[in-house]
């Protein structure tokens, strides 16, 4: 018994044809989809952006006993009375509400709690149950860098958290 072979110097039908031709745009559609889903979870942080690192400028724009907020960071820049300096998140340990410096009192004041923490970020008035977070502080060629990717979080204000020029 012999088969058939199929004859192949045949034109393709009508019926093959848009068969082929579904499954092409079905294949490219399907691929796009992938694309964008690759593109869509691929984190694209920036420098100077939040959650990663962010250039605050020469050490000397800072002066000591200061408090310079970055909005588009989240944090403050507090440069302590020795020259040294802590990078605080804005972020209340309570509940998480953003806690704005008021310099006349010179201290963060939670506006949700009455939290209220000083320019280390130590509790002063609770209900903050710790000190503020803190992000990674560089200091490199005389410019500060602030990594605000990763938190730090801590219970009180240690001497070894400050980082020095």
Same mark, same amino acid.
């Given at each position: 018994? %012999?088969?058939?072979?199929?004859?192949? %110097?045949?034109?393709?039908?009508?019926?093959?044809? #848009?068969?082929?031709?579904?499954?092409?745009?079905?294949?490219?559609?399907?691929?796009?989809?992938?694309?964008? /889903?690759?593109?869509?979870?691929?984190?694209?942080?920036? +420098?100077?952006?939040?959650?990663?690192?962010?250039?605050?400028?020469?050490?000397?724009?800072?002066?000591?006993?200061?408090? %310079?907020?970055?909005?588009?960071?989240?944090?403050?820049?507090?440069?302590?009375?020795?020259?040294?300096? #802590?990078?605080?998140?804005?972020?209340?340990?309570? #509940?998480?509400?953003?806690?704005?410096?008021?310099?006349?009192?010179?201290?963060?004041?939670?506006?949700?709690? /009455?939290?209220?923490?000083?320019?280390?970020? +130590?509790? #002063?008035?609770?209900?903050?149950?710790?000190?503020?977070?803190?992000?990674?502080?560089?200091? +490199?060629?005389?410019?500060?860098?602030?990594? %605000?990717?990763?938190?730090?979080?801590?219970?009180?204000?240690?001497?070894?958290?400050?980082?020095?020029?």
């Amino acid at each position: 018994m %012999t088969t058939a072979q199929p004859d192949l %110097t045949a034109e393709p039908t009508r019926r093959d044809f #848009l068969k082929l031709a579904w499954l092409g745009l079905g294949a490219l559609a399907l691929a796009e989809a992938g694309g964008m /889903a690759v593109a869509f979870s691929i984190p694209r942080l920036g +420098e100077g952006e939040f959650g990663g690192l962010i250039t605050a400028g020469a050490v000397d724009d800072f002066p000591p006993n200061s408090v %310079t907020p970055f909005n588009q960071g989240r944090f403050y820049l507090s440069r302590l009375a020795d020259g040294g300096f #802590l990078a605080l998140y804005r972020k209340c340990t309570h #509940l998480g509400c953003a806690v704005p410096w008021e310099q006349p009192q010179g201290q963060f004041l939670c506006p949700c709690h /009455a939290s209220a923490f000083d320019a280390k970020g +130590e509790v #002063l008035n609770p209900p903050a149950p710790r000190a503020l977070d803190l992000f990674p502080v560089t200091i +490199e060629g005389g410019v500060v860098k602030v990594d %605000t990717g990763t938190i730090i979080q801590r219970d009180r204000f240690d001497s070894t958290q400050v980082v020095y020029p």
